[in-house]
Each structure stands twice: as C-alpha cells, then as structure tokens.
C-alpha cells in the first residue's frame, strides 16, 4: 500500500525533491527500449553544471531499484548515449557499485574514473551465507526486503553505525512502504544477480583510476572485501576508509565522503 499523503514518508519525499529542484535538477523519464524506462534526476539546461564533467551518481537496491544489474548497465549506457553524453564518470554505492564496475568494464572508452562506494563486487557464495547468518535471516529477501517493523529494524541494524535511540513501530511500518512499491521487481533482480552464487571472484582490473570508499564497520560487506577488491581492481586503485560509519558513509558522514569523492574527480 502506498504512504498516504500525510505521512512522514510522503513529507520527506516532497523535501527531497525540491532540495534536488533547488540545486539545478529536473527530473526525466526515458524509454530505453521497448520494456526498459529509467527515471534518473540531470541538470536543467539553463544550469551552469552543464559546463562541467559528468558524474552518473548509481543508487543501491531498495527503493526504486528495478531493474536486473546486468541489463540496468547497459540501459545506462543507452541512457547516456541518447543524451549525448560521451564520456562520464561513474559512483555507485553497494548494488549501485556492482553496476559501476560492470559500466567500466563494458565501456572503458567512455568511463573515465569509478568510484565504488559499500560494494563487494568480489562477494563470493561463502560471503553471502555469512551475510544471511551476521542477519539472522534464510533469504536475502527477509533482508532486503523488510515486510515488517521488526524486519526493518534489522535491516536498519545491519546498515548503520549510530543507531537512532528510538525506532517506534508506527514509523517503521511508514517508511517500509517504500521496499513495497515494485516488489516484484526487486525480487527478480535479486534473483538475477549473479554475484555471489559461486565460489569464484568475477572480477578483473579496470582501465580506469578507482576509487573504493567503504564504511569502517559495513556488516553488509564486511571491510575485509575492500582490501580485496583493491588488489583485484588493478594498480590505479586507491582506499578510503570512513571512521564510524557503516554500509552507508556517503549518509552517516557526508562531509568527509563528498570531500574524499571531490578530491579524486579534481
């Protein structure tokens, strides 16, 4: 069921959206194909960020994820080829990352630095079953796709460093109503990726520079996997570590996140 337009949900959206209208954004709807439409946020024409380079920003799964991450790379790429944009950069945090890195791989003529943010692209099967016993679930679908409070409040747990000191049910249950819209969708894509089903890393150094920025205390991708993922990437790879911060540093320390980000664009 959807939030009704008087909940904290529906309230926060319409915030966000004029933050992202008030700094320079409008948001579009593009038909890739005939069964692919991206939604995705870009400068207005008259925005003076027109002049500069661009940076696709790729979110992680959960709200508005839809698509399998295979295909949603190469709609991305479509995406950014119809809009005339030749060369870009790309950052994806954790799902987002996955799509990252596979958008560098494909396009190593058009991508011209990564950033992977919270994102084991080197998960293997033995990380994902230690991933379902760290959060105490069978499924990554009890995880990721929190149907209740109290499966809301894990996934809560497992994503970040400082805690709210109260997570009432009535709130919980407002802001899970966003993991609803699409479900099925999102079940399919988790279905479809193929990240973590076997034993053997998928991974090969890239053309480009990287950068790996990850949460000290990430208990969805444990930091062992960026120190992994930095000697499987190549030697134009460097690491940020974000001090007390977990599967999500651009949210729990945004300052020090965007700074390290800036610094490796410039």
Known sequence: ????????????????????????????TVDIDAKTTICYWCPRPDSRSMEKPSLVLIHGFGPNSLFQWKHQAISLGKLLENLGVNRYSVMGTSYGGMV?????????????????????????QKDHEELLERAKVKIIDD???????????????????????????????????????????????LKGITIGRDNTVHVFPLQQEV???????????????????KELLGEKVQLEVLKNTSHGPQVEDPNKFNAVVKEFLC
């Open 143 to 189: 995880l990721m796709l929190p149907k209740t409070a109290a499966q809301l409040r894990n996934l809560i747990r497992m994503t970040m460093f400082k805690l709210p000191p109260v997570l009432p049910d009535f709130l919980l249950n407002n802001f899970h109503t966003l993991f609803a819209e699409n479900e099925e969708e999102k079940r399919e894509l």
């Open 100 to 124: 990252a890195y596979h958008m560098a791989s494909m396009w190593p003529e058009r991508v011209e630095k990564v950033v992977i943010a919270s994102s084991a692209v080197n998960m293997i």
């Open 1 to 28: 069921m959807a939030a009704s337009c008087f909940s904290f949900i529906s309230l926060y959206g319409r915030y966000l959206r004029r933050t992202f209208t008030a700094a320079g954004l409008s948001q579009e």
């Open 211 to 229: 950068l790996i920025v990850w949460g000290e205390h990430d208990q969805i991708f444990p930091l062992k996997k960026a120190f992994e993922l």
